[in-house]
């Protein structure tokens, strides 16, 4: 993908909307991977990334959660949810309720991409102002 990115970015004609890609997988080796590819064609890994408006804010919130004193740490899926909800709500600058939010998620158990429902979505939000 990043290939083609570049190549078309070379020729600004055939490029004319930009998309960011972010691509989530699991890797039978490494384990879940994590990769931003831009525009231009530039791409990278990541423990944890943001794309969009407020992008700079929330990089900042997560920076701060993963290298703070977690650093190293592996994130259950629950600690995992929970930090990419309270990162938009601190971006946002609002508390989100569960119908507002869609969250989808993969784990080694389980390959397969699929929606949290509103239910266990309210656990996580309950979680998140219980510890706050």
């Not at 703070?68 to 600058?93: D, H, P, R």
């Not at 979505?121 to 510890?131: F, G, Q, Y």
Request: aromatic fraction near 8%; proline fraction near 2%.
């Amino acid at each position: 993908m990043a290939d083609n990115f570049q190549v078309y970015t070379q020729h600004a004609y055939m490029r004319p909307m930009a998309a960011m890609l972010m691509f989530v997988a699991i890797d039978e080796e490494k384990g879940p991977q994590l990769f931003k590819n831009d525009p231009a064609g530039y791409y990278v890994g990541y423990k944890a990334t943001s794309a969009g408006a407020k992008e700079q804010e929330a990089l900042n919130f997560l920076e701060k959660k993963v290298k703070g004193e977690n650093a190293g740490n592996v994130f259950t899926q629950k600690e995992t949810v929970q930090t990419a909800i309270g990162c938009l709500q601190t971006v946002l600058g609002e508390d989100l309720k569960a119908k507002e939010l869609e969250v989808g998620v993969v784990s080694n158990d389980n390959k397969h991409f699929r929606l949290l429902t509103e239910k266990e979505i309210e656990e996580h939000l309950t979680a998140i102002s219980e510890r706050d």
